[in-house]
């Protein structure tokens, strides 16, 4: 890992609530040459790496405060402890050396302290630079990327302002998607504000199951670049349209991962507003995978309402349509229409003429048939109510959702670890495996321009090429 030792720079509570039961949640952001990441683990895990350290170091110093819930400090006293844990694990050498930066995983499994503080993707990713050459935008932006680390494979995907491409990281040969993006088309069509907005919502992703990860973001003069998992089990979109529609079993596992991920955007105070088949992808083992958040709206409040007129007609709530201000309550309107299309195959007031499918969302009554269950009739209603006071969701958010008779058989803590077996395992060889991309990206050459275009790194420190327009873009993750 070279010189230096880790150190912990934060470590907050977090909540999250699911069917009722509030979880707390503990996110340590750390620091090491120079390079910053973030983790978050439950309480439980303090504890099971306390013991596992112990099986290993009989006469182990290391506490984890009990939990004491006659104290009335007792989550400032809980907080304390931990960070003293955390603190204590990274200083002392038996516990650093040994446990935590020994990369020959001689004597760590994936449970112990490399996992718990993030190190062992931290090792497998270490990269080694001409540091006069990077990117410093800010004090987040330590440790760079370039475009010329990674070996582009082939094209799979395209956007308003560029193109998606796979690739494989030349230090670890492991494969992600690239998406490339034109700074000049972005500020000509004034969308700073939104690719900037991205960035921030995939930053803050980075531990939820059915939200996509962003692993790092950098830029050229001329262009950005976000690097992301690579999600190879095809958009859902597609596998409907090969299907028809899905059973009522598939469906519901597939609006119960897609409600979480929303519920977990709303409970950080962001807006969706883009809810579509195109932007689920299903991953290897048939989960979901939430992407695309350029059209999400930051730093929403339970109080406020915004009037963007943006997202997909199909699949957009009443209020949008009328350009009235509205809230949280539009993504389950959303997700009502993708569970609707899910169980019958189309959107409920789909019409190729726009106009006439807005007076159809505006207007016209909502239409079931009988080949599903009254659960699953119910909730639709809820959802596709045309009055956003009167929609599922628009009161208590997810857990109006969670908590409906559709989702009564479902395990949500089961859910949100995975331990739920996709009804639907798409069929993928390798990491690399492209066939459930369509056919018009992947045969689609790779600019020759792409690499050339970003061997003139920014540097701040020279005032000619200094573009701040994008200060701040660039992160580091893991």
Request: glycine share 4%; charged share 25%.
């Amino acid at each position: 890992m070279g010189a230096g030792s880790p150190e912990l720079l934060d470590l907050v509570e977090q909540t999250t609530v699911v069917q009722g039961r509030r979880h707390l949640l503990f996110a340590l952001r750390l620091k090491l040459n120079e390079r910053e990441w973030h983790v978050v683990r439950r309480f439980e895990d303090f504890r099971y790496l306390l013991d596992k350290l112990k099986e290993k170091i009989p006469d182990c110093k290391l506490k984890v405060p009990t939990k004491s819930l006659f104290d009335p400090n007792f989550h400032k006293t809980r907080l304390k402890g931990l960070t003293a844990f955390v603190i204590a694990l990274l200083e002392d050498p038996v516990y650093r050396d040994r446990y935590v930066c020994d990369s020959s995983y001689n004597i760590l499994n994936s449970d112990c302290s490399q996992q718990f503080l993030g190190l062992d993707q931290l090792i497998s990713q270490e990269l080694t630079f001409d540091d006069s050459s990077l990117i410093n935008l800010g004090e987040s932006e330590s440790r760079r990327v370039r475009i010329q680390d990674f070996n582009l494979i082939k094209t799979i995907g395209k956007g308003n302002f560029g193109q998606v491409f796979l690739a494989r990281l030349k230090a670890t040969d492991q494969v992600f998607a690239i998406k490339v993006l034109s700074k000049e088309q972005i500020k000509r069509r004034q969308e700073v504000r939104h690719v900037m907005s991205e960035r921030n919502v995939l930053v803050r992703s980075l531990q939820h199951p059915f939200l996509c990860k962003l692993r790092f973001s950098f830029q050229s003069d001329t262009k950005l670049y976000f690097v992301l998992d690579y999600v190879n089990g095809g958009e859902l979109y597609k596998h409907i349209q090969q299907e028809r529609c899905f059973s009522e079993g598939r469906s519901r596992f597939y609006a119960a991962e897609i409600a979480c991920a929303l519920g977990y955007l709303h409970s950080e105070n962001i807006i969706y507003r883009d809810l579509k088949p195109e932007n689920i992808l299903l991953d290897n083992q048939g989960h979901v995978v939430l992407t695309d958040f350029g059209l999400c709206k930051e730093n929403f409040s339970t109080t406020d309402k915004t009037d963007s007129f943006c997202g997909t007609p199909e699949y957009m709530a009443p209020e949008v349509v009328r350009r009235e201000g509205y809230d949280f309550a539009v993504d389950w309107w959303s997700l009502g229409v993708m569970l609707y299309e899910m169980l019958f195959g189309l959107p409920p007031f789909y019409h190729k003429v726009r106009e006439r499918m807005y007076t159809a969302i505006l207007r016209e009554p909502l239409r079931l048939c009988d080949t599903i269950s009254l659960a699953a009739q119910n909730i639709l209603t809820g959802l596709l109510q045309k009055s956003r006071s009167n929609r599922l969701g628009s009161m208590n958010d997810f857990e109006e959702v969670s908590t409906h008779a559709f989702f009564r058989t479902m395990d949500w803590d089961a859910l949100l670890a995975r331990r739920i077996p996709a009804p639907f395992v798409p069929l993928v060889d390798s990491q690399a495996d492209t066939r459930h991309v369509a056919s018009e990206f992947t045969r689609q050459p790779i600019p020759d321009s792409l690499v050339s275009s970003a061997t003139r790194v920014v540097n701040t420190s020279n005032p000619v090429s200094t573009d701040d327009t994008f200060k701040g873009f660039t992160y580091t993750g893991l």
